[in-house]
């Protein structure tokens, strides 16, 4: 698996060349205000190397979901304005994607410009399922470079997407990997092979079916992994223990049973929470109380309670097993940690893991906008990933069709 690289580009020459970039700029917004800054930061360096070297740089982003079509809370306006400002070179957005707005001004671009495009799912060939429809609205794309044009791929947290940005341009144009896609796969590789031991999982988060397919993945190359979030309860439910009105997923529980049956014969333990923090309602002025993970129905709250968080005993403990690994990937939070009240457990496992000696990889949206509205830095992580989807089926052991298209 090679792949060629940024620097390889650039080495080749790129002033005055079009150069497509596919970064990823899918930012939590609150109205028109960037929450979380992380990803832009991320692409930055990119875009700087492409614009220092005197290319005229086209970016492709989406941001959430919208439904194929042009919706203003989808447009790419606040993230934009954000790479603008920490931008050292000229940041223009054009008005639509591929249409009279992006050829005008990719026509009047400079050497060292950059041009980012309107989301690209505002474009219903952006994702569809159709080759030809996907690789007609690539053709566009492709189009606004010219005839010497070379695409960049720098979009980690979309590289799990066979998408007519993602991975229908790569195979129209020469095709590289940008430096944050190669330090992700770096990281990741890491966690897959030759693994420093003890290796401990931390996965929390709401939802155990999004996580399960990574946990049969990691079975047998973790030696330890810690449960949280709202997927404990499902774990507990799976050990008959009573969760009273905390989240829970009845259909999955008997994969969970599979798991656990399988867990020791494959040399990785389950550590599930001995202690939870239980609310009598879903909200950040709830009353709470600590009870034991098998008496949750005993709590006041009796069968209304929902456990939002881990409690104190587990997290210290969880705390322990991460500060004796050589390797931690943390994803998913522990608790509603959006909630003062609940976040306890979420920061525990932050400041452990700022305090090991292993390597740490924290991977997940959510995960990371916790560390960071929790207070810690990105520096105290040995890397924070930017894709969440992306990196947990590259741990599932996924084919990414944005990444294989890569390879020659
Ligand atoms: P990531 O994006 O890091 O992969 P997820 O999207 O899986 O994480 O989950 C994040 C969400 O899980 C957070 O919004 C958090 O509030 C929620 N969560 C954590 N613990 C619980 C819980 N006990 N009950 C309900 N939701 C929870
Ligand atoms: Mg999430």
Not at 199 to 210: A, R, T
Not at 353 to 380: N, Y
Request: proline letters at 3%; hydrophobic letters at 45%.
């Amino acid at each position: 698996m090679t792949s060629h690289t940024l620097n390889e580009l650039i080495a080749e020459g790129v002033r005055g060349r079009y150069i497509l970039v596919r970064s990823d700029l899918n930012v939590p917004l609150d109205g028109s205000t960037v929450t979380d800054d992380g990803r832009i930061k991320a692409s930055l360096p990119v875009i700087e190397k492409l614009s220092d070297a005197g290319a005229r740089v086209l970016v492709t982003a989406h941001l959430g979901r919208p439904k194929g079509a042009p919706e203003a809370k989808y447009s790419l306006k606040p993230a934009v304005a954000r790479l603008a400002e920490l931008a050292p070179f000229k940041v223009r957005l054009a008005e639509d994607t591929v249409g009279d707005s992006a050829k005008e001004l990719a026509g009047s671009l400079d050497d060292g410009d950059v041009l980012v495009l309107e989301n690209v799912r505002f474009d219903a060939r952006e994702t569809s399922k159709d080759d030809a429809e996907r690789g007609a609205f690539a053709d566009e794309l492709v189009a606004l470079t010219g005839d010497n044009g070379a695409f960049v791929d720098d979009a980690f947290g979309a590289v799990h997407r066979k998408h007519a940005s993602v991975y229908d341009v790569a195979t129209r144009l020469p095709s590289y990997q940008g430096d944050l896609v190669h330090t992700e796969v770096e990281v990741l590789r890491k966690l897959t092979t030759d693994t420093q031991r003890p290796y401990v999982v931390v996965l929390g988060g709401s939802k155990v079916s999004d996580k399960l397919a990574v946990i049969d993945n990691l079975l047998g190359k973790a030696d330890t992994i810690l449960v949280g979030g709202g997927m404990l309860f499902t774990f507990l439910a799976a050990s008959g223990y009573k969760v009273a009105g905390s989240l829970l997923e009845a259909d999955q529980i008997p994969v969970v049973q599979d798991y656990l049956k399988r867990a020791s014969d494959a040399g990785t333990a389950f550590v599930v929470p001995t202690d939870v923090v239980v609310a009598s309602r879903f909200a950040a002025d709830a009353e709470h109380e600590v009870v034991a993970a098998d008496a949750i129905e005993d709590s006041s709250f009796g069968a209304a309670g929902i456990g939002l968080d881990i409690g104190p005993v587990s997290a210290a403990a969880f705390a322990e097993q991460i500060k004796a690994a050589k390797t931690v990937f943390w994803n998913g939070p522990m608790g509603v940690f959006e909630f003062e009240a609940f976040s306890a457990g979420t920061r525990a496992i932050a400041q452990a893991l700022t305090e090991t000696p292993a390597f740490t990889v924290v991977g997940g949206g959510d995960s990371a906008a916790a560390v960071r509205t929790l207070g810690f830095e990105d520096s105290q992580f040995g890397h924070i990933s930017t894709g969440g989807g992306a990196s947990l089926e590259y741990l599932e052991g996924k084919d990414l069709p944005g990444l294989s298209v890569l390879d020659r």
